[in-house]
């Protein structure tokens, strides 16, 4: 059994670099590297319609390489949609992607998920033929693929999760400030585009950036109550959503909007001193742990140790 592992991976370690190595070596042909005349004269010939060249072939006659990257693709393509169907939640992964900030699709990141799953597998891979070399080879050694295969997998959407985390946490700490400086906008007599707009060409942080791309969807042509749904749908954070209802029920009824985004800024920061009260109870607590298990064992050790020296030393 030995034996036949240790061939297999010699079989794998020179199958593949050979494969890589005649790769690259074709990769560099001019043949096989060169763009077609076709491709290289349609610009300056061809009609205005096709300014991609889409309707083109990448090489004149047969490319084998053209060829086995096209199968290639379409593989990849058909296991990334085998991907999403089994995994599903599009929708609530796209809001995902959006309070994360990422300018990429449902599909796009379980492609994500599914490179970094072949990634971990082909470096678990990597290290189950280097440990057969090596002759270190047990037989949990199978399972290391796939466990690095899941690591990929997961790790993904727990970077994605962590990333919506900080993201959340730097708009709450924004908003008191944000809100704040709107209203003393609108107490000085700009309008609500006008102070949305200095407001975000002054700040620097998240939730400016996600005005200014409020502005951009005014600007467009959307109206201010359907950009500022928009700004809460892309956010997902409880204080957004409670300041931007307000502010649309004020701008519907006539309310004075300063005094309303003062209010909601106080109450942003009230929340916020009480997730700093929350988070340090959970610090102290967390705090507690080494102190019980690690430095009050110390210290009775310490205290008891010398006692019980003494006391062999006497009775021997």
Do not use: N
Not at 6 to 29: E, F, H, Q, R
Not at 63 to 92: E, F, K
Not at 164 to 182: G, K, M, N, S, Y
Not at 238 to 247: C, E, I, Q, T
């Amino acid at each position: 059994m030995t034996g036949a592992m240790m061939d297999a991976a010699l079989a794998i370690l020179i199958g593949g670099g050979a494969g890589v190595g005649l790769w690259c070596l074709l990769a560099t042909l001019p043949t096989w590297s060169a763009p077609a005349l076709m491709r290289r004269v349609a610009p300056y010939v061809r009609d205005v319609t096709d300014r991609a060249g889409t309707s083109l072939p990448t090489r004149l006659g047969i490319d084998p390489a053209a060829g086995l990257i096209a199968v290639g693709r379409a593989a990849w393509r058909r296991i990334c949609a085998i991907a999403a169907r089994l995994l599903g939640g599009g929708s609530a992964l796209t809001a995902r992607l959006l309070s994360a900030g990422w300018d990429l699709t449902a599909d796009e990141f379980r492609a994500r998920q599914v490179a970094a799953a072949v990634c971990g597998g082909a470096a678990g891979g990597v290290v189950v033929v280097g440990q057969v070399l090596l002759g270190g080879a047990t037989a949990g050694s199978s399972a290391v693929p796939v466990a690095l295969a899941l690591i990929g997998f997961v790790g993904s959407d727990m970077f994605l999760a962590r990333a919506i985390r900080r993201r959340r946490a730097r708009i709450q700490d924004e908003l008191p400030t944000v809100l704040d400086f709107l209203a003393l906008c609108l107490a000085a007599g700009e309008g609500l585009t006008d102070a949305l707009r200095r407001t975000g060409e002054i700040g620097c942080g998240v939730l400016a950036g996600e005005l200014r791309r409020v502005i951009l969807d005014v600007s467009t042509g959307d109206a201010t109550a359907v950009a500022l749904a928009s700004l809460v749908r892309r956010t997902d954070v409880p204080g957004v959503s409670r300041a931007v209802d307000h502010l649309i029920a004020a701008l519907e009824r006539g309310a004075p909007l300063a005094a309303v985004l003062r209010d909601q800024a106080a109450d942003a920061r009230d929340e916020h001193r009480r997730a700093l009260l929350e988070s340090a109870g959970r610090k102290e607590v967390a705090m507690l742990v080494p102190l019980v298990f690690l430095i009050l064992p110390l210290s009775v050790l310490m205290a008891v140790f010398p006692g019980l020296r003494l006391l062999e030393a006497g009775l021997g």
